[in-house]
């Protein structure tokens, strides 16, 4: 294989290796908001941190190791791998999730009745 073709389809795993890992961060928040409640505007701040900070990780990547040229074909792959991470580990984890969080407020619940 040429070296060109073995750089861009190196790129191309790192992209989605990229958006998997922004939405297992993302798998991370969901937990932090689930542990720690509060309102609308502080999820609103959270989300728009997580955006850019996930824009700043597809430009490091770019940047990197492309020398700063535009792929589309890299951020597209990070916005597919991201959906289908959400659509595949993320769903299942959230079904984890609800379940553990209604259990964690159950027992809390029963805690401050004692």
């Known amino acids: 294989m040429s070296p060109n073709i073995h750089f861009e389809a190196r790129l ?16 991370l928040l969901r937990v932090f908001r689930v ?7 502080w999820v609103g701040l959270e989300d728009l941190g997580y955006w850019i900070f996930a ?14 040229a535009l792929r589309l074909y890299v951020i597209g792959a990070v916005f597919l791998s991201m959906i289908l991470y959400d ?3 993320s769903a299942f984890f959230r079904k ?3 379940k553990a969080a209604r259990r ?11």
Do not use: P
């Not at 191309?12 to 798998?27: E, N, P, R, W």
């Not at 964690?104 to 004692?114: G, P």
């Open 96 to 98: 984890i999730l609800k």
């Open 35 to 41: 542990v720690v409640r509060h309102g609308w505007r």
């Open 12 to 27: 191309l795993v790192m992209g989605i290796v990229t958006g998997a890992c922004l939405m297992a961060f993302y798998d």
């Open 104 to 114: 964690f407020r159950k027992r809390l619940s029963e805690r401050k009745q004692r």
């Open 55 to 68: 824009g700043f990780c597809v430009f490091y990547l770019l940047y990197r190791e492309n020398d700063g």
């Open 87 to 89: 659509r595949l580990c």
